[in-house]
Nanobody, 115 residues
Framework: QVRLVESGGGLVQSGGSLRLSCAAS????????IDWYRQAPDKARELVAT???????NYADSVKGRFTISRDNAKNTAFLQMMSLKPEDTAVYYC?????????WGQGTQVTVSS
């Protein structure tokens, strides 16, 4: 059974840092594109960062220069390093693994940034 499990969320003060992890039980994890999304209350889910199987990364403008996405294929794990956090980064963060037609989601981890 495929599972994605996010961890590392929590409460942090503005300007602080967190590192999210996404542990995946996926055969062939290294071939998957990994995305981090977030969803704040009463807002649509937003794509935050992407890393392809080749290690190419892309970021939303709102997090560029502050967040870094990475992956460790040997450990079937992806990461989102978040620095200089702002209150507007408060959201549930979700990991997504995609290799069409497969598309898997984690349950999310809450990140709360206090001002």
């Amino acid at each position: 059974q495929v599972r994605l499990v996010e961890s590392g969320g929590g409460l942090v003060q503005s300007g602080g840092s967190l590192r999210l992890s996404c542990a995946a039980s996926i055969v062939g994890f290294r071939f998957y594109t990994i995305d981090w999304y977030r969803q704040a209350p009463d807002k649509a889910r937003e794509l935050v960062a992407t890393i392809t199987a080749d290690g190419i990364t892309n970021y939303a403008d709102s997090v560029k220069g502050r967040f870094t996405i990475s992956r460790d294929n040997a450990k079937n794990t992806a990461f989102l390093q978040m620095m200089s956090l702002k209150p507007e980064d408060t959201a549930v963060y979700y990991c997504n693994a995609q290799l069409l037609p497969n598309d898997y989601w984690g349950q999310g981890t809450q990140v709360t940034v206090s001002s």
